[in-house]
Antibody
Framework: QVQLQESGPGLVKPSETLSLTCTVS????????WSWIRQPPGKELEWIGY???????NYNPSLKSRVTISVDTSKSQLSLKLNSVIAADTAVYYC????????????WGKGTTVTVSS | DIQMTQSPSTLSASVGDRVTITCRAS??????LAWYQQKPGKAPKLLIY???SLESGVPSRFSGSGSGTEFILTISSLQPDDFATYYC?????????FGQGTKLEIK
């Protein structure tokens, strides 16, 4: 059964780059669409963007200028980079899998908390 | 962006109750709607996709209905494990958007 595990620094300084990794185990990273979603404390979920192993990407316009999502198939890892972070980027970050282009997300990681603070 | 609005924001109910949660989209999303359950400190869990299809392994007391702009999640007989926050999500178009959540509390 496929499992996802997010990892990365729990604390990032304002204006720096947030970098997270999602390791996929128990299944192939190919043929799926991989998303990052975040949830600020006490708030709703926000979709950040997705990456397909073919190289196709789609980002939330609200974050598009600061976000890069990529996949390393050799390591079965999905990565997220968010530039120029501010306090409002403080959130739990989740990676999740979808089976198709316009699709729900059927497998989620447990999430990792990132705090933006000096 | 398509705005998703859930009601109520909080719902108090007892074990055995039948409860419904409504999700409205700001424009038609056909049946491209999913429902998730989230417990404190945990990742969301997929319950329903394509508005009414039950995800494998999800108890049959959960059901979904609706199309276009109005959708309903029904729990036919609440169990202790069901007290959580529920989110709807549209995947009709990018960016995907979620409702603000409905917290289901024990009365």
């Amino acid at each position: 059964q496929v499992q996802l595990q997010e990892s990365g620094p729990g604390l990032v300084k304002p204006s720096e780059t947030l970098s997270l990794t999602c390791t996929v185990s128990g299944g192939s990273i190919s043929s799926y669409y991989w998303s990052w979603i975040r949830q600020p404390p006490g708030k709703e979920l926000e979709w950040i963007g997705y990456f397909h192993y073919s190289g196709s990407t789609n980002y939330n316009p609200s974050l598009k200028s600061r976000v890069t999502i990529s996949v390393d198939t050799s390591k079965s890892q999905l990565s997220l980079k968010l530039n120029s972070v501010i306090a409002a980027d403080t959130a739990v970050y989740y990676c999740a899998r979808a089976n198709c282009y316009y699709c729900y997300m059927d497998v989620w990681g447990k999430g990792t908390t990132v705090t933006v603070s000096s | 962006d398509i705005q998703m609005t859930q009601s109520p924001s909080t719902l108090s109910a007892s074990v055995g109750d039948r409860v419904t949660i409504t999700c409205r989209a700001s424009q038609s999303i056909s049946s491209w709607l999913a429902w998730y359950q989230q417990k404190p400190g945990k990742a969301p869990k997929l319950l329903i996709y394509k508005a009414s299809s039950l995800e494998s392994g999800v108890p049959s007391r959960f059901s979904g209905s609706g199309s276009g702009t109005e959708f309903i999640l029904t729990i036919s007989s609440l169990q202790p494990d069901d007290f959580a926050t529920y989110y709807c999500q549209q995947y009709n178009s990018f960016p995907y958007t979620f409702g603000q959540g409905t917290k289901l509390e024990i009365k």
